[in-house]
Each structure stands twice: as C-alpha cells, then as structure tokens.
C-alpha cells in the first residue's frame, strides 16, 4: 500500500471498502456469520470492531468485538488508530485502522459493519466505499427481534427503538438496501454476495484511499 502526501493509503487495485449498516435487531451479526461461511477463502477480511460495551452471551472477545475499556478506547481515538469512532446506544464504537489498511493493501476486500454515525463519517472520508444498509420486513418486526434478544432492559429497549426509527429514515442514505427476511439469513448474505461481485466486474482497477 502506498502512501499519499497527506498520510493516508492507497489500497491495492480492485479492493473494496464494503460498508454493512442497519439499525439494531436487524440481524447484522448473523449476516456477517453467513458471508464468513460462504467465502472462507482470504479475499475478505471482516474488520473486528472495538467498543466499550460488555460481551454478550456467546460473544467472543476479539472475534465478536475488541471489548475495551473507555480509558483504552480514549488512547486508540488520540492516537488516531480509529478509521471512525462514535457513541451508540451509551458505547463507544470504532473502526481499526490498520486493520482496514493492512487488508486493502495486501488486496482483499475489508467488510466494515458499523452504525449510521460511523457509516457518515467513513463515507466523508472514503467516497469510494461501497455502503450497503439491511432493514427489516417491517418495523414491528424489528420491534420483536430486538425484544426477542433479552438483553437490554426496558428503558434500553426503548432507546433502540428510536434510534431504529431515526436510523431507518437513513436508507436511502446508501447505494444499496437489502432485507433481511425472517429465517432467510441465507438469502440476505447472497444479495450482498451479489452487490459485492458486481461492484468488482464494475470497477476492477479501483484503487480506495483510507
């Protein structure tokens, strides 16, 4: 990766900044899950975001998220190892960067799933980013999902269901919008399959600068 006189990279041709947002209970996890399992090969990499939140559940630390403290994420924002940083839901949330550089450098797409926030700010620095947004069947079927999780409480839950409405306003923000049906997880991850190879046939010799 070489870079520009203003600091920033420029990534290897063809490589791709994919953006995925949606708001909360959309299933974004479990879509990430499933592109995983249909391209296994290395031409991707899955950017691991860091937050300030706890683990839940089944979630695996450094695999799942960088769970940090908000002492360490102030140091990664100073130092400017974030890409983007914003505060969601009452956490913190931020890109790596050298992760995103070191993946477009050596050539493999880099598969970013951020909020709106973070979406708007990598857009701003990154135009070429490819932005894709997943929205439910239907508003109360989000509603179900994100109660369906228990792992929020009431006073949670309801906040998310504002920002869900305020962030569902946001989609025709992005190039490509994708729903997320009802146990058709499968589905969703081949539409954006879809999105992700055209945009390769589209722009073969592309080169993003981060």
Request: with cysteine; hydrophobic share 40%; net charge negative.
């Given at each position: 990766m070489t870079d520009d006189a203003s600091g920033r990279c420029l990534g290897a041709p063809g490589a791709l900044l994919v953006i995925i947002s949606g708001p909360s209970g959309v299933g974004k996890d479990t879509i990430i899950d499933e592109l995983r399992a249909r391209h296994p090969d290395p031409s991707r990499h899955f950017v691991v975001t860091c937050t300030t939140r706890a683990p839940r559940g089944s979630e695996v630390p450094g695999v799942s998220y960088h769970f940090v403290s908000a002492e360490a994420f102030g140091a990664l924002r100073e130092h400017g190892a974030l890409l983007e940083a914003a505060g969601v839901h009452g956490n913190w949330y931020g890109t790596p960067r050298d992760q995103v550089v070191q993946a477009l450098g050596e050539g493999r797409d880099a598969i970013l799933k951020i909020d709106v926030q973070g979406a708007r700010a990598v857009r701003a620095l990154v135009p070429?980013?490819?932005?894709?947004?997943?929205?439910?069947?239907?508003?109360?079927?989000?509603?179900?999902?994100?109660?369906?999780r228990g792992t929020e409480s009431a006073a949670e839950l309801e906040r998310r269901r504002q920002d869900a409405a305020f962030e569902l306003a946001l989609a025709a923000d992005y190039e490509h919008v994708v729903v997320n049906r009802t146990n058709e997880v499968d589905e969703t991850a081949r539409d954006i399959d879809l999105i992700i190879h055209r945009e390769h046939e589209l722009h073969p010799a592309r080169r993003v600068l981060v």
């Amino acid at each position: 990766m070489t870079d520009d006189a203003s600091g920033r990279c420029l990534g290897a041709p063809g490589a791709l900044l994919v953006i995925i947002s949606g708001p909360s209970g959309v299933g974004k996890d479990t879509i990430i899950d499933e592109l995983r399992a249909r391209h296994p090969d290395p031409s991707r990499h899955f950017v691991v975001t860091c937050t300030t939140r706890a683990p839940r559940g089944s979630e695996v630390p450094g695999v799942s998220y960088h769970f940090v403290s908000a002492e360490a994420f102030g140091a990664l924002r100073e130092h400017g190892a974030l890409l983007e940083a914003a505060g969601v839901h009452g956490n913190w949330y931020g890109t790596p960067r050298d992760q995103v550089v070191q993946a477009l450098g050596e050539g493999r797409d880099a598969i970013l799933k951020i909020d709106v926030q973070g979406a708007r700010a990598v857009r701003a620095l990154v135009p070429e980013a490819v932005t894709i947004f997943i929205v439910p069947p239907s508003i109360e079927e989000l509603f179900a999902r994100q109660k369906a999780r228990g792992t929020e409480s009431a006073a949670e839950l309801e906040r998310r269901r504002q920002d869900a409405a305020f962030e569902l306003a946001l989609a025709a923000d992005y190039e490509h919008v994708v729903v997320n049906r009802t146990n058709e997880v499968d589905e969703t991850a081949r539409d954006i399959d879809l999105i992700i190879h055209r945009e390769h046939e589209l722009h073969p010799a592309r080169r993003v600068l981060v």
